[in-house]
């Protein structure tokens, strides 16, 4: 990585460079921003010292585990007492833990800004469509590149208090992998498969094992440290646990006052989201089944557009109804590389010599290419 430092060009370090969001970071920088970066990870055999970096780096961001997040943290900030700058830099971190690595940053003399991507890194090239908490805690001299940053990154931004986000966090990632740990376990208490449960699904179901299945392939030490670091995250599944609790105590009661009870109950719970949202969260439930149909489709293909201009779908298209197929669904997604793909479904077979006649004059005219026609290797989004 490039320890020198270009005329007009900022460097940004980035802690923890060799891990998913420090790879994406680095090319998003890169790209999008045209900075230098100075990459800091045990892992890369080039890596920046931190030294160097608190005497150069404009911006700082912590892309760290969050058990570690505060040690590595610490360690910057002693370094960065042996240093005089001219203007601050910008210190940002990314962990799922706000309160200590807020804390820790603070004690530079650099602005701190928290950071929580509520995602994984990204296939994409930008975070379009993902929701990224932003806690500003001592924001002055950075403010115009920050804002910059934040329009470039494409997210959909929300600002948090940092003594709001991690009891906050306890609920809304806590509480739903701990949920999510549980129903697999209990899945696989059955003696049924989790497959054969599967082909029963209903659209709630389907849903549900989407995202326990979402969990559980990933990296698990991601998830203990959310499940141990935050301090919320113990009361917050005592909750929930005395919920179902009361649920399961009306079911062992049984009579005609516990249903009743019930019923109460399930109109509380309605009553506490407010008609309102519970209308707006069925509407993206029905938009998630229809899609969720759409891709388990038997027949599709799977496209590289080569131009990514007005009017290219268009023709590509074109040659679909020339050749009188008719389209199930069309899906399109934007993979990191900048790469545009469509999931097309077909309602003909895809050995069709019509089909097959379709791909060839897609190839030939140079619109597209096949990337995959199996519902295994799906569009990546």
């Known amino acids: ?58 911006v700082l961001l912590f892309c760290t585990p969050t058990r570690h997040s505060t040690a590595i943290i610490e360690q910057f900030v002693q370094a960065s007492k042996a240093v005089v700058r001219e203007q601050p830099a910008l210190w940002l971190d990314i962990t799922s833990i706000k309160s200590a690595p807020i804390q820790a940053m603070k004690q530079s003399d650099a602005e701190v800004v928290g950071l929580h991507p509520m995602c994984a890194a990204p296939s994409a090239p930008t975070m379009r469509g993902k929701v990224m908490i932003v806690c500003r805690e001592r924001l002055h001299h950075w403010q115009s590149w920050f804002e910059h940053f934040l329009a470039t990154l494409q997210a959909e931004i929300l600002e948090l208090p940092v003594a709001r986000h991690d009891p906050l966090m306890a609920q809304i990632q806590g509480v739903v992998h701990a949920s999510a740990i549980a129903q697999a376990l209990q899945i696989g208490a059955l003696p049924e498969s989790a497959e054969q449960l599967w082909a029963l699904r209903s659209p709630a179901y389907a849903l549900s094992q989407a995202s326990i299945g979402r969990i559980l392939r990933s990296n698990a030490a991601i998830y203990q440290d959310i499940q141990f ?75 590289h557009l080569h131009s990514d201009r007005p009017g290219a779908l268009r023709e590509l298209l074109q040659i679909f109804e020339q050749q009188q197929l008719n389209l199930r669904s069309i899906h399109s997604a934007r993979q990191l590389d900048g790469r545009v793909l469509f999931r097309i479904g077909l309602e003909q077979a895809r050995s069709n010599a019509v089909v097959q006649s379709a791909l060839r004059q897609i190839q030939q005219q140079g619109l597209a290419t096949l990337v995959s026609t199996s519902r295994s290797a799906p569009v990546q989004s």
Not at 5 to 27: E, H, L, P, Q, Y
Not at 251 to 265: F, K, S, V
């Open 1 to 58: 990585m490039n320890k020198g430092k270009k005329a007009n060009a900022m460097n940004i370090a980035i802690v923890g460079a060799a891990g998913a969001f420090g790879r994406w970071f680095t090319a998003f920088f890169q790209r999008e921003m045209s900075a230098q970066i100075l990459a800091h990870d045990p892992a890369l055999t080039d890596s920046v010292s931190i030294e160097h970096i608190v005497r150069e780096a404009d």
């Open 229 to 303: 670091d935050n301090v919320y995250v113990q009361d917050a599944l005592r909750g929930y646990i005395a919920q179902l609790q009361h649920l399961v105590d009306l079911l062992e009661q049984g009579d005609e006052t516990a249903r009743q009870q019930w019923r109460q109950h399930f109109d509380l719970a309605a009553e506490k989201l407010g008609a309102t949202y519970c209308e707006q969260q069925h509407q993206q439930f029905e938009q998630l089944s229809c899609l969720l149909s759409d891709l388990a489709e038997p027949e599709d293909l799977i496209l």
